[in-house]
């Protein structure tokens, strides 16, 4: 297809489109996208068609849009795909397949070798290989050895990889059913070669060619927004002919996506909420132009402004976001190899980190997390510094966001967060930070912690008796139940580390409930001390089924501990607890030490030593007084692990 040809072509075939062309998918289109369901209507296709004559007429397949590329191929017409990509690419797949499945054994049919160089790669392998179709540079080399397949046993890095995959081979499963003979795969590739036809389409001018980009850019299968950002920033470098923004996002893309891989935040939602923090931050978008940075940066750095600067802005930009990711992966996996970089040995950052990671609300504080980890990865602050703050972001976004009672939406407030790790980076995290004195750093970060405070003020409690009002039940509420408090299990292991310095538990090893498939003394569960389903009430319903909602009647206790006696009275349940301390599947948290202690304090005697029959209502307010003993433990730990310095005074 020649400058000459006619704009819009009639059906195509396979067979006449590849003949002395190459396509390539550039930079700024998105991976490969397609899953089971379009791969196997493709294949669906290819079944009805190969029931009819081929030759009589063609199936349309779908619409091909081309652009005369600037990278040459030999002698070989180059053309960018910009839409069609997803159909051409697993078409190329199948025909890869079913060639590798002939075996060239008659003189009239088309050489094996013929059909590999028009339809998978041309020249010599290894010396002037050209191959018929390359796809942008993320996933170029994954595909070629899949092609050879040389793919088996890889890890996957990227999403995009993980689909071409599984449509390779989920085709070559049919393959193996439909075409396993020469014969038979021959006639599958006359099926798709001459069978099947594409309207190719190519833009006449470059006004033309941006209008579908944007069209393409916001239709079929919705792209992420990083997605969209990343198509933008090439199409963008390439009009502008910026070639340091296009080197950069070629070498940090895949770094990017590498690191929300491993961070295993691959989702939609999570690809945004990276690029929407790293933007709120280098940008200052705010709330709701966070929410759509695709538009906003299309509109900040638009193709027709002719500023100079806007290139090295976006560029610097990108370098900014996969520094980002980097930190991204550091927060929610805990077994990040950057954690154990040499900037954070000895520190107890990492320790800070892990504690926001295991938090239930991320996205208010994300951004001041991303801009104090830049800070220090650049050596602007200082480890303390970094310590003190991480410290704090993590009591705020507790008081704020994770309290049982009287808290705020989960988006409440965000703008001001946004506003405050904005400054911060503006003041700090300029060209000229390395020289900034220590008192301006010093300046700068007392004013975030100031309005870090001001916040949790204004969104959380005022001051510490509000604060601690939150973990009593609301006497008119009588759905409150703390057992469905989703902050629980960070509560219960923070108090058992307080209690316990020298034990450290994975807050996922924590589960809400029970699970017949894993009980063993690495995993704990959430308790309730005064039994759900035990007999014993009190004159009140209501009265009962509060004292089995408040906090105080809940503990940690590991899985391996015997549970037979889960539902019993309190006195049995201690008493058995206590008792089995010391052997290797009995209880060893301090937090079941105390409440042993708590026991003998209402009871008179210890748990594993009682023996005493009361009369019910006498139990009944004994075992009030002992949760009323476990909560003012509780909350008073609540205020020592939670209050600001300048509240303890």
């Known amino acids: 297809m020649s400058a000459s040809d006619n704009v819009i072509q009639s059906l195509t075939t396979i067979s006449a489109l590849f003949a002395d062309r190459c396509f390539r998918v550039p930079d700024y289109q998105r991976g490969y996208a397609w899953e089971a369901p379009q791969v196997e209507a493709l294949l669906e296709d290819l079944e009805v068609l190969a029931e009819s004559e081929i030759g009589l007429s063609l199936h349309y397949t779908g ?3 081309l652009v005369p590329s600037a990278k040459s191929a030999g002698d070989q017409e180059v053309f960018d795909i910009v839409d069609g990509q997803q159909r051409l690419t697993t078409l190329s797949m ?3 397949i079913l060639i590798k499945k002939c075996a060239c054994d008659d003189d009239d049919q088309i050489p094996l070798d013929d059909l590999y160089q028009k339809y998978i790669s041309r020249g010599v392998k290894g010396i002037n290989e050209i191959p018929t179709l390359k796809l942008n540079s993320d996933i170029e080399p994954f595909f070629r050895r899949l092609l050879d397949d040389k793919a088996e046993g890889e890890n996957i890095e990227f999403l995009s990889e993980k689909r071409l995959k599984d449509a390779y081979r989920k085709m070559n499963a049919w393959a193996e059913e439909n075409a396993s003979t020469t014969r038979d795969a021959r006639k599958w590739i006359d099926v798709v070669t001459c069978g099947l036809g594409l309207i190719v389409y190519q833009p006449q001018d470059e006004n033309e060619a941006g209008m579908m980009f944007e069209v393409i850019n916001n239709r079929g299968k919705p792209l992420t927004e990083l997605e969209k950002v990343k198509n933008y920033l090439i199409y963008y470098a390439i009009k502008k002919d910026a070639s340091k923004l296009k080197d950069t996002i070629n070498e940090e893309w895949g770094r990017i996506l590498k690191h929300l891989a491993l961070a295993h935040q691959m989702r939609d939602i999570d690809n945004q909420q990276l690029l929407r923090s790293a933007a709120i931050v280098y940008f200052g978008f705010r709330k709701q132009e966070s929410n759509a940075a695709y538009n906003k940066i299309k509109e900040e750095f638009s193709l027709h402004d002719n500023d100079l600067s806007h290139a090295k802005k976006l560029s610097d930009f990108v370098e900014f976001l996969s520094r980002c990711a980097r930190y991204y992966e550091a927060l929610f996996n805990y077994k990040s190899r950057f954690r154990d970089d040499d900037l954070f040995k000895g520190t107890g950052i990492v320790e800070q980190i892990e504690l926001i990671r295991a938090q239930t609300a991320h996205s208010g504080i994300l951004p001041l997390f991303l801009c104090l980890m830049w800070l220090y990865h650049n050596r602007v602050i200082n480890e303390k510094a970094l310590h003190a703050k991480l410290h704090l972001i993590e009591r705020v976004n507790f008081r704020v966001y994770m309290i049982p009672v009287g808290g705020v939406r989960s988006d409440s407030g965000h703008g001001e967060l946004f ?10 995290g300029g060209d000229t930070s390395a020289q900034l004195p220590d008192h301006e750093i010093e300046k700068a970060l007392a004013e975030c912690e100031f309005w870090l405070k001001e916040f949790a003020f204004e969104y959380g409690h005022r001051n510490l008796d509000e604060f601690k009002e ?4 609301n006497p008119l509420d009588t759905n409150q139940d703390f057992y469905k408090w989703r902050g629980l299990r960070y509560f219960l292991v923070n108090y058992e580390q307080y209690l316990d310095p020298s034990r450290k538990i994975n807050i996922d090893l924590v589960k809400q409930r029970r699970d017949s498939t894993s009980r063993h003394n690495d995993y704990f569960s959430i308790e309730h001390i005064y039994a759900q389903s035990c007999e014993l009430a009190g004159k009140e ?4 089924a509060r004292q089995k909602r408040r906090l105080g009647n809940f503990m940690l206790l590991e899985w391996g501990v015997n549970s037979s006696v889960s539902n019993n009275p309190i006195e049995e349940k ?6 089995n301390a010391n052997k290797e599947k009995g209880t ?10 708590d026991f003998e304090t209402v009871f008179g005697q210890k748990p594993r030593d009682y023996r005493k029959k009361l009369k019910d209502k006498t139990r009944f307010r004994k075992y009030k007084e ?7 433990r509780l909350i008073d730990f609540a205020e020592s692990r939670w209050a600001f310095d300048s509240e303890k005074n």
Do not use: P, S, Y
Not at 574 to 579: C, R, V
Not at 626 to 632: D, F, G, P
């Open 63 to 65: 619409t091909l849009v």
């Open 94 to 96: 199948l025909l890869n």
């Open 419 to 428: 506003r405050i790790a904005h400054d911060l980076f503006c003041r700090l």
């Open 470 to 473: 939150c973990f009593r039940l």
């Open 541 to 544: 319903e209501l009265e009962t």
């Open 574 to 579: 201690l008493g058995h607890l206590e008792l």
């Open 588 to 597: 060893k948290l301090a937090q079941t030490g105390r409440l042993f202690d």
């Open 626 to 632: 002992l949760l009323n003993h476990a909560e003012a």
